[in-house]
C-alpha cells in the first residue's frame, strides 16, 4: 500500500497592492498549487486575492481565511488574543488537511509574508511538518519611498519601522530617536502618531501614503491630512534627512545642548540621538564629539575643553544663521557642562532670541552607582574638586558642609596632570567626619574601554589611583556593603535613616 507523500507549502509575497508588481516566482507558485488561501475581514473580500485575480484558475481549491475580529473587542473568554490564537489554529488545521492530501497550498500575503504579514502565523504552525518557500515581495514600505520620490535611507543612516499601535509615549521616543523611519498601521492610531510626530519635533518632515500602487493613492505632508479621512492601509514616513530640500520642514536656527552619557551611544537617550541626528552642525570638546557617529551633510568643530564660552559663542552665532546647533557634552550638559556656559552667553545681545534647549543625559554619577550597587540611595551631594573655576576654600567649606550633614557625596573632577593634590586634601576633611572604613567607590571610564569600578575604604583610599577620568562617591555612615555570592562586592545606602544622632551607626 502506498503513502501519499504531503504537499508543499507556499507563503507567497505579491507586493503593495499593483498587481505589476508581482515577482516572476510568486506568479509560478500561484500557477503550481492546487489550493489558493488568503486572510480576509468579515465582509469577504480580500486584497491579496485582488492582486492575484488575473493568475487564478478554475480548478484552483480557494481557502478564505475569515478572521473572527478585526479590533479588540470580543466576548472570547481569551479576549482579542485568544480569539485571533483559535482562530489561527483553525485555519492551519485546515491547510494541514489540503497538505496531509498531498495538495499544494499556495498562502497569500500582500507585500512580503514575513514582514507584518498574516502569512507568518500560519509558517510558525506548519513549516516545520512540512515542505515551506516563502517567497519574498515588495514591501509597502518600499512601495511608499518610491511613490514619495525621496530617498529612504542613505550613507550610514537607519531605518525605523514602527506600528502605530504603540502607546504614543513609546511612538514620541522611538521617533525622537529615528533617523527615518515609517509607522505603519495609521487608520485610528493616526490621532497619536501625529501628536508623537509633533511631540518629536518631526511632523514638518512627515509624509503620509495611502493605499501606495493601489487604487485611490494618496500622499501629501501627513500635517495636512483629515483624521476622519486615514484609513488602515496608510503610513506616515520619515525620509532620509541628508541634503533635505524640504524649505516648508525646515526650522529656525537653534542650539540643542545634548548630553552623550559617560561613554557611547549605548548611553544616549532618544531625545539627544534625535537631536544629534537633525543637527547641521556639531560643536564640542574634540573627545565628546568623538562619540557621535558621523553622518553626511553635517559640520562638526571640535574645540578644547577650556574654550567653553568661546564655544557657546560660535554656536550660537551659527544658530543665528539659520542653522541646526547640538552642542555636545559628555554626560548630563548641566552638571559640570555646557549648558551653563551656552546659557550665559545666550543671557547677552545679540543671543537673547536664538532658542536654545537643554537635554538631559545620563550623568557620571548615576553610572558609577548602577555599576557599584546603590550607594546614591538617600540623600547625597554633588561636588567638583576642581579649582579651577572656584577656589579652594570654596570647596573645602562646602565638603566639610556636607559631610557634616552625612551625605553621600559624589565628587567630579577630583584630580588631573596639573591638579594632584585635592584627593589628598578632600579625604584628610572628610576623615574628620567619616570612619576610615566609610564605603567609596572608585569609578573609572565607566561605559568606556577602560571602565574600572571598585570598592576601597575612605582610610585607603589613594590619590595616585584617581585622574580626570575618575567619579569617587564617599559613603554616609549609613552606607552598607555585602559580598554576594558570586564573590562580588556591591554597596548601598539605605532609605531610612535612624532617629537621633545623624552619625550614630
Same mark, same amino acid.
Given at each position: 500500500?502506498?503513502?501519499?507523500?504531503?504537499?508543499?507549502?507556499?507563503?507567497?509575497?505579491?507586493?503593495?497592492?499593483?498587481?505589476?508588481?508581482?515577482? $516572476?516566482?510568486?506568479?509560478?507558485? #500561484?500557477?503550481?498549487?492546487?489550493?489558493?488561501?488568503?486572510?480576509?475581514?468579515?465582509?469577504?473580500?480580500?486584497?491579496?486575492?485582488?492582486?492575484? @485575480?488575473?493568475?487564478?484558475?478554475?480548478?484552483?481549491?480557494?481557502?478564505?481565511?475569515?478572521?473572527?475580529? +478585526?479590533?479588540?473587542?470580543?466576548?472570547?473568554?481569551?479576549?482579542?488574543?485568544?480569539?485571533?490564537?483559535?482562530?489561527?489554529?483553525?485555519?492551519?488545521?485546515?491547510?494541514?488537511?489540503?497538505?496531509?492530501?498531498?495538495?499544494?497550498?499556495? =498562502?497569500?500575503?500582500?507585500?512580503?509574508? $514575513?514582514?507584518?504579514?498574516?502569512?507568518?502565523?500560519?509558517?510558525?504552525?506548519?513549516?516545520?511538518?512540512? /515542505?515551506?518557500?516563502?517567497?519574498?515581495?515588495?514591501?509597502? *514600505?518600499?512601495?511608499?519611498?518610491?511613490?514619495?520620490?525621496?530617498?529612504?535611507?542613505?550613507?550610514?543612516?537607519?531605518?525605523?519601522?514602527?506600528?502605530?499601535?504603540?502607546?504614543?509615549?513609546?511612538?514620541?521616543?522611538?521617533?525622537?530617536?529615528?533617523?527615518?523611519?515609517?509607522?505603519?498601521?495609521?487608520?485610528?492610531?493616526?490621532?497619536?502618531? /501625529?501628536? @508623537?510626530?509633533?511631540?518629536?519635533?518631526?511632523?514638518?518632515?512627515?509624509?503620509?501614503?495611502?493605499?501606495?500602487?493601489?487604487?485611490?493613492?494618496?500622499?501629501?505632508?501627513?500635517?495636512?491630512?483629515?483624521?476622519?479621512?486615514?484609513?488602515?492601509?496608510?503610513?506616515? #514616513?520619515?525620509?532620509?534627512?541628508?541634503?533635505?530640500?524640504?524649505?516648508?520642514?525646515?526650522?529656525?536656527?537653534?542650539?540643542?545642548?545634548?548630553?552623550?552619557?559617560?561613554?557611547?551611544?549605548?548611553?544616549?537617550?532618544?531625545?539627544?540621538?534625535?537631536?544629534?541626528?537633525?543637527?547641521?552642525?556639531?560643536?564640542?570638546?574634540?573627545?565628546? %564629539?568623538?562619540?557621535?557617529?558621523?553622518?553626511?551633510?553635517?559640520?562638526?568643530?571640535?574645540?578644547?575643553?577650556?574654550?567653553?564660552?568661546?564655544?557657546?559663542?560660535?554656536?550660537?552665532?551659527?544658530?543665528?544663521?539659520? /542653522?541646526?546647533?547640538?552642542?555636545?557634552?559628555?554626560?548630563?550638559?548641566?552638571?559640570?557642562?555646557?549648558?551653563?556656559?551656552?546659557?550665559?552667553?545666550?543671557?547677552?545681545?545679540?543671543?537673547?532670541? =536664538?532658542? =536654545?534647549?537643554?537635554?538631559?543625559?545620563?550623568?557620571?554619577?548615576?553610572?558609577?552607582?548602577?555599576?557599584?550597587?546603590?550607594?546614591?540611595?538617600?540623600?547625597?551631594?554633588?561636588?567638583?574638586?576642581?579649582?579651577?573655576?572656584?577656589?579652594?576654600?570654596?570647596? @573645602?567649606?562646602?565638603?566639610?558642609?556636607?559631610?557634616?550633614?552625612?551625605?553621600?557625596?559624589?565628587?567630579?573632577?577630583?584630580?588631573?596632570?596639573?591638579? +594632584?593634590?585635592?584627593?589628598?586634601?578632600?579625604?584628610?576633611?572628610?576623615?574628620?567626619?567619616?570612619?576610615?572604613?566609610?564605603?567609596?567607590?572608585?569609578?573609572?571610564?565607566?561605559?568606556?574601554?577602560?571602565?574600572?569600578? /571598585?570598592? *576601597?575604604?575612605?582610610?585607603?583610599?589613594?590619590?595616585?589611583?584617581?585622574?580626570?577620568?575618575? %567619579?569617587?562617591?564617599?559613603?554616609?555612615?549609613?552606607?552598607?556593603? =555585602?559580598?554576594?555570592?558570586?564573590?562580588?562586592? #556591591?554597596?548601598? +545606602?539605605?532609605?531610612?535613616?535612624?532617629?537621633?544622632?545623624?552619625?550614630?551607626?
Amino acid at each position: 500500500m502506498s503513502t501519499r507523500q504531503a504537499g508543499r507549502l507556499y507563503g507567497v509575497g505579491l507586493g503593495p497592492g499593483d498587481p505589476s508588481l508581482m515577482t $516572476l516566482r510568486a506568479a509560478q507558485a #500561484v500557477a503550481e498549487a492546487d489550493v489558493v488561501a488568503y486572510h480576509c475581514a468579515r465582509h469577504g473580500r480580500s486584497i491579496a486575492r485582488s492582486i492575484v @485575480a488575473a493568475h487564478l484558475r478554475p480548478d484552483h481549491i480557494e481557502e478564505r481565511l475569515m478572521y473572527p475580529v +478585526t479590533v479588540e473587542t470580543t466576548d472570547h473568554p481569551g479576549g482579542y488574543r485568544g480569539a485571533l490564537d483559535d482562530f489561527y489554529e483553525d485555519a492551519a488545521a485546515r491547510l494541514a488537511a489540503h497538505l496531509d492530501a498531498g495538495r499544494t497550498v499556495a =498562502v497569500l500575503a500582500e507585500g512580503d509574508p $514575513l514582514f507584518y504579514g498574516s502569512y507568518q502565523h500560519m509558517h510558525k504552525r506548519l513549516a516545520h511538518r512540512y /515542505r515551506t518557500e516563502v517567497i519574498p515581495g515588495v514591501t509597502s *514600505v518600499s512601495a511608499a519611498a518610491a511613490r514619495l520620490g525621496e530617498p529612504l535611507c542613505e550613507a550610514e543612516e537607519t531605518l525605523t519601522i514602527i506600528p502605530g499601535t504603540l502607546s504614543e509615549e513609546e511612538l514620541t521616543a522611538r521617533l525622537a530617536a529615528a533617523d527615518s523611519a515609517v509607522v505603519m498601521k495609521l487608520g485610528r492610531t493616526f490621532p497619536d502618531v /501625529r501628536r @508623537a510626530l509633533e511631540q518629536a519635533g518631526r511632523l514638518a518632515d512627515a509624509r503620509y501614503v495611502e493605499r501606495a500602487t493601489m487604487a485611490g493613492e494618496r500622499t501629501g505632508r501627513l500635517a495636512d491630512v483629515d483624521p476622519e479621512s486615514v484609513p488602515y492601509f496608510s503610513m506616515a #514616513v520619515l525620509p532620509s534627512r541628508i541634503d533635505e530640500v524640504r524649505p516648508d520642514a525646515r526650522p529656525r536656527g537653534e542650539v540643542a545642548v545634548v548630553g552623550t552619557g559617560p561613554a557611547g551611544p549605548l548611553w544616549l537617550t532618544p531625545e539627544t540621538r534625535g537631536a544629534l541626528a537633525a543637527a547641521d552642525d556639531l560643536v564640542g570638546y574634540t573627545t565628546y %564629539l568623538d562619540r557621535v557617529p558621523v553622518r553626511a551633510g553635517q559640520c562638526r568643530h571640535g574645540s578644547d575643553n577650556k574654550v567653553e564660552a568661546e564655544r557657546a559663542e560660535f554656536a550660537l552665532d551659527l544658530a543665528r544663521r539659520g /542653522r541646526r546647533v547640538a552642542v555636545v557634552s559628555g554626560g548630563d550638559p548641566g552638571i559640570f557642562a555646557m549648558a551653563t556656559a551656552v546659557l550665559e552667553v545666550a543671557a547677552r545681545e545679540p543671543y537673547r532670541d =536664538v532658542p =536654545v534647549r537643554v537635554l538631559p543625559g545620563l550623568t557620571a554619577a548615576n553610572a558609577a552607582a548602577a555599576r557599584a550597587g546603590a550607594p546614591l540611595g538617600h540623600d547625597y551631594a554633588v561636588i567638583s574638586l576642581s579649582d579651577r573655576l572656584k577656589p579652594w576654600e570654596v570647596i @573645602a567649606e562646602r565638603l566639610t558642609a556636607a559631610a557634616g550633614a552625612d551625605l553621600v557625596l559624589a565628587l567630579y573632577n577630583p584630580g588631573s596632570r596639573s591638579r +594632584t593634590w585635592q584627593v589628598a586634601k578632600a579625604r584628610e576633611l572628610l576623615l574628620g567626619h567619616r570612619a576610615p572604613d566609610t564605603p567609596v567607590v572608585v569609578a573609572r571610564d565607566v561605559g568606556g574601554p577602560e571602565e574600572n569600578v /571598585r570598592i *576601597v575604604r575612605l582610610g585607603g583610599l589613594d590619590p595616585e589611583e584617581v585622574d580626570m577620568r575618575t %567619579l569617587l562617591l564617599v559613603g554616609s555612615s549609613q552606607t552598607r556593603t =555585602v559580598r554576594r555570592g558570586t564573590g562580588e562586592e #556591591v554597596v548601598w +545606602t539605605p532609605r531610612t535613616y535612624p532617629a537621633g544622632d545623624p552619625a550614630a551607626d
